[in-house]
């Protein structure tokens, strides 16, 4: 392959052609290359290959540019798949063929944990992977009435814009997601509201897709009755959000049964179309396997989830462990964690707790009783607080499995439990649970001696 997809003309356009080297890539899946004794981060670039790049913006520090040419091309290069990349947003990795992605993400986070942490893991587990295409069940739709163009646009944002790719269908979505995005833009300029309507949130439970329309005025009457009618033609399940998550009204139909499963641990999870799940549910069965055989479970464990949703790893672990207690910082998702529970039989073995993981005191941690082993999957922030108040306890858990959206913030972390806690870091893998960008999920199991995992 000597040429890629172009980008839109820029400002920067005359600027002067650079032949560059790929060295390595960053955390956003860019090359990043020198010129001139200055960092260049290369769009679409890839390790070991010679491109001819233009910059699209200039730095102090560093500049950006853009792959114009590949003159020689990695073997990990493939055509993209859509017919969008390089223009939308929502992938940044569709020129890379699937084990070069993992191998990336995995030197990422070796990187990261070596560079912020100086930590190496004593073992590297096998990269875990699913689905490369039509993986996601959530996504965040923006809608944009453009009336230059006197139509609806309904997508990702286009790369390093706020503009709204166009776009009829999408690779990574679910298919009747990605099918359904011309209906869904003629649907929108029906509307009365067309211009009120700034995104539509996708969650797919089973064989259930709901759409969450975010409005920003009450739609008429007849708009309800042609939101119904689409769901109605299309089987879905029609929601309106007037304002924060939690404003969700199910217009379409009665009832709503959106859920997920856990085969392997027969538990199902209802949840609410705007509910923080995980994107690739095939990676996640994966993920909570994984983590159960890492924590090295027996029936006497008595163990702490935190951040724990609606329970995803919680109720798995309560399939085999004494006891398990779960944490989450939303009152509606406890409550929620605590009715699934229920419904699995598995009230007498968990319990669910609210609470602030950012900003728990000793006092509050001591509240959360006796616990062996922990199991915390915190958001993009990571868990600092939390880490730092387990170094300073006397009695801490034989066994941690932490799992991770962030590579920098898991390393920042894993310094805390090693070099204060005296925790090992036993083993660590990637999950590709976002294949085609660049989002590294990763996990790693902290040990004290002797409680060592044996794989």
Partial sequence: MTGIRRRKSTDLDSAPLLTLEIESVDLEGRGVSRADGKVVFVDNGLPGERVLARIVKQG???DRAHAIRVIRASSGRVEPRCRYFGVCGGCSMQHIDADTQLAIKQRVLEDQLWHLARLRPQTMLAPIAGPAWSYRRRARLSVRDVQKKGEVLVGFHERASSYVAQMDACEVLGHKASQLIPALKRLIESLSIRQRVPQIEIAEGGEVLALVFRILEPPSNEDCEALIAFGRLHSLEIWLQTKGPESISLIYPERSVLAY??????????????????????VNEVLVRKAIRLLSLVQEDRVLDLFCGLGN??????????????????????????????????????RFLSANLFTITQQQWKALGEHNKLLM??????????????????????RI?????????????????????????EAAAVANMFPQTSHVESMAVFARLGTAWMP
Avoid: M, W
């Fill in 60 to 62: 102090a520090r560093f």
């Fill in 261 to 282: 499963q856990l085969s392997d641990f027969n538990l199902t999870y209802p949840f609410l179309p705007t509910d923080f799940t995980q994107v690739n549910h095939g």
């Fill in 313 to 350: 790893f919680s109720l798995a672990l309560a399939r085999t462990a004494h006891y398990v207690t779960g944490v989450e910082g939303s009152e509606s998702l406890v409550s929620r964690a605590q009715a699934i529970a229920a419904s699995q039989g598995l009230s007498d073995r968990t």
């Fill in 377 to 398: 999957d915190p958001p993009r922030e990571g868990a600092q607080q939390l880490c730092e108040l387990i170094a300073d306890q006397a009695a801490k858990p034989a």
């Fill in 401 to 425: 499995v932490y799992v991770s959206c962030n590579p920098a913030t898991l390393a920042r972390d894993a310094a805390i439990l090693v070099h204060q806690a005296g925790y090992q870091l």
